[in-house]
């Protein structure tokens, strides 16, 4: 495992990789990394030759008064969490590296419509940034494949997007969400929670799983199902943002549809929580 920080560096191992016809894989993460980012990692390399993990706390993708300046940046513990896995590189630029001219940039990647509603409403410039920066490590990685948590759901179907309309050059795949032993996505901003807040996080895996039950039941009075569950976060001390059934495509639901996904935000203290559930959770099955 080689720690990069620079771009000729990482250019220069990339010739490499392609001279010799290895397939690589991407994942990208702001670092602070848990079993999620983990698994993650073991995904793509039981299908790549060559595997990069990038850490980059992007702060174009920070809305104005977000938590930029304390995201926790935890380098050193990061790399000991990979050293098991053996990731060919980590690479872990400064802020200067990826943005020379300073930020913000000029060029920007947008996805209209799917990017500005749901955490686009919340965050402004969030999916602007984060689809931007991506752009930029698929350049600079050129990965045959990236890989992405199913738990930012909407970020996922961005970046699908995103590749499907600008025809990069690669493969995107996805993971499913890690949790905690009580249901919690695990998260690097669940730091934020105090261990009573940890509790009632729970509360949020509880509500998309009951909602998700009742949609596996058969109940279509979806505005009802929202209410319902938007009453009990707020029984359990979140500020809900949205909670919303959405068909798979994040289209609003109707009776037509036969699958559907549920995506939810919230705060909880300090911290700002998503989550979402599918109708084929393991847990809807029980
Ligand atoms: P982040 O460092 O939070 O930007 O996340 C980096 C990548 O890890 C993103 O693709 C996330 O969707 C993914 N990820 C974050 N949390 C989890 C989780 N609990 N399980 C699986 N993947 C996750």
């Known amino acids: 495992m080689k720690l990069i920080q620079t771009i000729p560096e990482l250019k220069a191992l ?3 990789w392609r001279a ?18 983990l698994s993650l990692v073991e995904q793509v390399q039981t299908g790549a030759d060559r595997t990069v993990v990038s850490i980059f706390v992007n702060p174009l993708q920070f809305a104005p008064g977000e938590d930029f300046d304390r995201y926790p940046r935890t380098l050193a513990d990061d790399l ?3 050293d098991p896995l053996a990731p060919d590189v980590v690479f872990a630029p400064s802020v200067d590296e990826i943005y020379p001219q300073g930020y913000p940039i000029a ?7 799917l990017a500005e509603r749901f955490c686009g409403e919340f965050r402004a410039g969030h999916f602007v940034g984060a689809a931007t920066v991506v752009t930029i490590l ?13 738990k ?5 179907l961005v970046f699908r997007r995103m590749a499907r309309d600008l025809h990069l050059p690669v493969e995107i795949l996805s993971g499913p969400t890690v949790r905690e032993a009580n249901g919690l996505a695990m998260s690097s901003r669940n730091r934020y929670l105090s261990d009573e807040e940890r509790a009632s996080a729970a509360v949020l895996r509880q509500q998309l799983v009951a909602t998700g039950r009742a949609l596996r039941a058969g109940h279509r009075d979806f505005a009802a199902l929202e209410q319902a569950a938007r009453v009990q976060l707020r029984a359990a001390g979140f500020a ?9 495509e994040l289209e609003p639901a109707t009776s037509q549809h036969s699958d559907f996904v549920v995506l939810a935000a919230a705060v909880l203290g300090a911290a700002r929580l998503i989550d979402n559930i599918r109708l084929d959770d393991p847990a809807l099955a029980a």
């Open 152 to 156: 930012d759901y909407q970020q996922l």
């Open 80 to 82: 000991a969490k990979l």
């Open 107 to 113: 060029t920007n990647v947008v996805v209209n419509g």
């Open 138 to 150: 698929l350049n600079l990685v050129q990965p045959e494949q990236a890989i992405f948590g199913e």
């Open 240 to 248: 809900p943002q949205y909670f919303n059934i959405l068909s798979p």
């Open 14 to 16: 990339r010739a490499r």
């Open 20 to 37: 010799a016809g290895e397939r690589v894989a991407l994942v990208p993460t702001m670092g602070n990394l848990h079993a999620g980012h």
